[in-house]
């Protein structure tokens, strides 16, 4: 007689971005958090990528037809808890993501909840989006968000506001939060005045939450947003409230920081390996 299995299903969680084929950042970021944070990922494909450690050369957009189907079918046969968004890449797919966020119950104030990572800049600050895209997330996709998660770069192509202190992200809070998502985190790692630690500030309209944190010395960040809010989404796939998620979130992001390694001639990937057992070190193995 066979053995029998001893699985049980885990939270689900869907990623709704574009791919890296250097495994860093994107989806392929987003599936390793989903592992470490104890959840089973689902992908609705976006954009492809011809990407490494160096920069991106190449980007190839999926019809919205087929990206709008990939939502509808895992949302109907197996279920989701949580879901976020990466890279997003037109304004054309950004509304057909937001349309199919309501057809299948995902957003605020729905059964599944929405983290919306606006992948609006890249790593150095250049804009990656059009100006109608930029418009599509302020005014179609935010209001649909549980929690928006941008970077600073983000911060100033969004609600332009250039964040350089403590008072900078506080104005940028309550800027983000006006155009309608339920609650903003404002991160804090590329500021400028603090230089010892790193604090990232959540805001629900109504209370702000500092969440500080250590500031590491290393180039090798690539995929950090990317795994911060797929760490949040597996949070609250868990039944975690808001605060307490991104409480989760922060933790996992602050050892995959801790734990980056260098990769290729450019910035290298934050690490989920922390969180995995090494089974292959034990006896017998």
Known sequence: MAEPTVGTTPPRVLTIAGTDSGGGAGIPADLRAFAACGVHGCVAVCAVTVQNTVGVTGVHTIPVETITGQIASVAGDIGLQAAKTGMLATAGIIEAVAAACDDNGIGRDRATPLVVDPVAASMHGDPLLATEALDAYRHTLFPRATLVTPNLDEIRLLVEHDVHDRHGQYAAAKALHALGPGA?????????EDTDG?????????????????RFDTGNTHGGGDSLAASIASGLARGLGLEDAVRFGKRYIVEAVRHSYPLGAGHGPVSPLWAIRPWWEEPGR
């Open 184 to 192: 903003v985190l404002v991160k804090g790692g590329h500021l400028t």
């Open 198 to 214: 790193c604090l990232d500030l959540l805001f629900d309209g109504d209370t702000f939450v500092e969440l500080p944190g250590p």
